[in-house]
Every structure is written in C-alpha cells, then in structure tokens.
C-alpha cells in the first residue's frame, strides 16, 4: 500500500503510455475495496542498481478452492513505469507469474492483459504449453471533434434520424446534458451511474454505490467526470470517464431499460464528444461495452480499434 501511495507516482509519471486505470488513486482506492480474504501485491521488476524499471499491481484472493491471482482492477491492465514494454521485463513479469502459479497452486487470471501489448507476447512465449482462452474486446479511439459530414451517407442519416427523435422529445419534455465539475456534483452523479449500471454486469466484484463513490472522491473531480442525460428530471443514461492530458477514458455507459427506443446511449455520446471537444480535448477511448453497442459501423469517425485479446489460462499454469 505504501508503494501504491508513493513510489507509484512517479512510475506512473515517468511512464506516458500509462492510462489513469493504473494512477495511484484508482489503484489505490480500489485496494482498500479488497474484502479480508484478499491481498494486494505489487510485482515489481527491479535493475541490479535498485531502481524500479516496471511495476504491475495484483490482488490474491483466497475466497475459493484454490487461490486465485489477478489484476487488482481489470477495466485496462499494463505494467507501469519507464521500462514497461521492454520485452525483457515483460518476460520477466511473466516468469514470476507462473512460478506462482506452479509453486504455490495458484490460478492466474490475467484476462485484462491484452495479447498484443509486451506482457501479452511474454505470457504466450513464456507459457507456452497453455491453453489461452481468447476474446477481442476493442477498446476504440475517436478523434475529437467528430466530423460528422465526413461519415458515410446511411450513418449520417442514422444520427439524423436520431436526432429527429430527441427534437420531437423537447418539444413535450425537458431535456438536459450535464457533465460534473466538481467533487461534490461526482460524488452526487455516482451514485446514479452506480444504480443505472446495475443489471448490466458488475465492474467490480460486491461493489455499491458507496464503493464508487470511495473510488471517485480519491481520484477526485479534476481526472474523473460523469456525463448525463435526463428526460424531466430523470437520468435516463450516464458515462463516467477519467482522464489523463489529452486522453478521455471510458467506462461502460449505463441506461434506463425503460428507455432503450430512444437510444438514450448515442444520444448521451453525443452530447459528450461535443462537450469535450470544446474543452479540448483531442481523443476518447470508448470501452469495449460502449464500443460495441455506440461507436460500431463507423458511427463516430472512429479510426481502428486498438485490438486487445484477453489472455486467461484454461488450466493451471506450469513453470
């Protein structure tokens, strides 16, 4: 925990590559979430001077038959720190790992690791007798502002069509888009993006509202936001997002069931590429969720999707 508060700050900060899924407040604030039959470790890479080349950060639970060893949070997994995607390190990583899966029993989970990043190539090379399950979650990047007269002709009368619905909408109702500023307005839209997301999947395992709200008040106003939509009052769709400089980050968008025939999620991601456009802002990385269900078919503009395969063993790994 010391080397998370500390010494973590300046890995993510000699490391630019580093999203602020790997800041010391989210991880941080996550490893306090950690239920007493958990553990959170630091695996670190060390040079024979002592200096830190590369540091992942990894939760041990022992809540089940076997121990189970997996990334401490899993919405973007990487090492952090100057050195880390050398290929050396990686496989160095990747070594340590499955010697814990071998000496101590342990199921490794690294399904948020992408298998095209460093660490990925080094599990595969290293683990080679493995079976991988794989999947292609695409966590896609759209240039801001989004040119919407360069998109195709059927895409533009989609979002014309779209649009045509909401207009009609405020003509009866009111219509609102906001987007937190600070802390206290987070704190406040939190707990609606927690209770709108429930049904859709957990982000974290046993996590409430409450947790969320622990999370975004130590990453603080300043890296996280939350943009909403409301129909008369009622949020009918939310986006939480952080940030670090010119890179907005999502995570998945959560909407009202109830209003799926308006398409409350375009309609939200809309507004959002606008307003951070104006903040300026250059490129927002959609989550795979979001990816898949508001950005597919070229709807934004969006240039290829960064693919990121998920690597998790199908037995236990061996040394």
Not at 28 to 37: D, E, I, S, V
Not at 114 to 138: C, E, F, K, N, Q
Request: aromatic share 4%; proline share 8%; hydrophobic share 40%.
């Amino acid at each position: 925990m010391d080397l998370l508060a500390r010494q973590w700050r300046e890995l993510y900060a000699e490391d630019l590559r580093a999203t602020p899924f790997q800041s010391s407040a989210w991880l941080t604030a996550w490893a306090r979430q950690l239920p007493c039959t958990a553990t959170p470790i630091v695996l670190t890479a060390v040079s024979p001077t002592g200096r830190t080349l590369a540091a992942l950060a990894l939760a041990r639970h022992e809540d089940g038959i076997r121990p189970r060893t997996m990334p401490l949070s899993a919405p973007y997994v990487r090492p952090i720190g100057p050195h880390a995607d050398d290929p050396t390190v990686a496989r160095a990583l990747a070594f340590h790992l499955l010697l814990v899966a071998e000496q101590d029993d342990t199921e490794v989970d690294m399904a948020a690791v992408g298998a095209d990043s460093p660490l990925g190539h080094a599990l595969h090379l290293v683990g080679a007798d493995i079976s991988w399950t794989r999947t292609t979650p695409a966590r896609t990047p759209i240039q801001l502002p989004v040119r919407y007269d360069t998109l195709s002709p059927s895409v533009q009368r989609e979002h014309a069509r779209r649009r045509r619905t909401w207009t009609r909408l405020a003509t009866d109702h009111t219509i609102t888009y906001t987007r937190t500023r600070h802390l206290k307005n987070l704190m406040a839209a939190a707990t609606l993006w927690a209770a709108l997301q429930r049904g859709h999947g957990p982000l974290q395992d046993n996590v409430g509202a409450g947790d969320w709200q622990t999370v975004l008040e130590e990453v603080g106003a300043a890296k996280a936001c939350i943009a909403t939509l409301s129909v008369d009052h009622t949020v009918v769709a939310a986006q939480l997002c952080l940030t670090r400089g010119p890179h907005c980050y999502t995570l998945p968008l959560a909407a009202d069931p109830a209003h799926r025939h308006l398409a409350p999620g375009h309609a939200l991601l809309r507004h959002l590429v606008d307003d951070l456009a104006a903040d300026g802002i250059p490129t927002l990385h959609l989550d795979p969720t979001t990816s898949r269900h508001h950005a597919g078919r070229g709807q934004y503009g969006a240039v290829r999707p960064h693919a990121r395969t998920a690597l998790t063993p199908t037995r236990s790994a061996a040394a």
